[in-house]
């Protein structure tokens, strides 16, 4: 790297502002004459190139007065995880087209049903749970449940089945 180039990558470097003045200056005729002599560009792109050259370096060490180029704080984390919130998360993600919903938040909505009736000693897919199951979460609801992996449904059944399963808390468990 070039002294000059060197001169403005460090702003810190307890120079005088003359001395980086003197460096921009140096670099702003040394760029043009590289590109003109060595690269054979027209002057007029030379001169333009090393131009815009000098002012991002001036910019970089001199910015403007109030300028804040630190990065933002990254956002606090999610600590709604958890059984209670999957569902309502879930519930964001419908948007049905032609009136059907995805066999992948079907597939979504079935893994949060299973644990939550898990939580209570159930199985979703145990004949001998079946009456319980559906005394809990509705004919309807254990019918969209209840579907092969991969399976699409009707959007009123999908926000039925979910209002279902939302009901399934774990306070209510045991």
Do not use: K, Y
């Not at 002294?3 to 470097?13: E, G, K, T, W, Y």
């Not at 005088?16 to 560009?41: D, E, H, K, W, Y």
């Amino acid at each position: 790297m070039s002294n000059a180039l060197r001169a403005m990558a460090m702003p810190d470097s307890g120079r005088s502002r003359g001395g980086t003045v003197a460096a921009l200056i140096a670099a702003g005729l040394a760029l043009p004459a590289l590109c003109f002599f060595v690269l054979g560009m027209p002057i007029l792109q030379a001169l333009l190139i090393g131009a815009v050259a000098v002012v991002v370096a001036a910019l970089v060490r001199f910015p403007p007065d109030g300028f804040d180029s630190g990065f933002p704080e990254p956002p606090a984390p999610i600590r709604d995880r958890g059984a209670r919130r999957e569902a309502f998360r879930l519930s964001w993600n419908v948007t049905g087209r032609n009136d059907r919903v995805g066999s992948t938040l079907v597939t979504r909505l079935q893994v949060i049903a299973e644990h939550r009736l898990a939580v209570r000693g159930l199985q979703l897919h145990d004949p001998a749970d079946r009456e319980r199951v559906i005394g809990l979460v509705g004919a309807g609801a254990f019918q969209l449940l209840s579907r092969p992996p991969g399976s699409e449904a009707r959007t009123r059944d999908f926000h039925q089945a979910l209002a279902a399963v939302e009901r399934l808390t774990d306070d209510e468990a045991g």
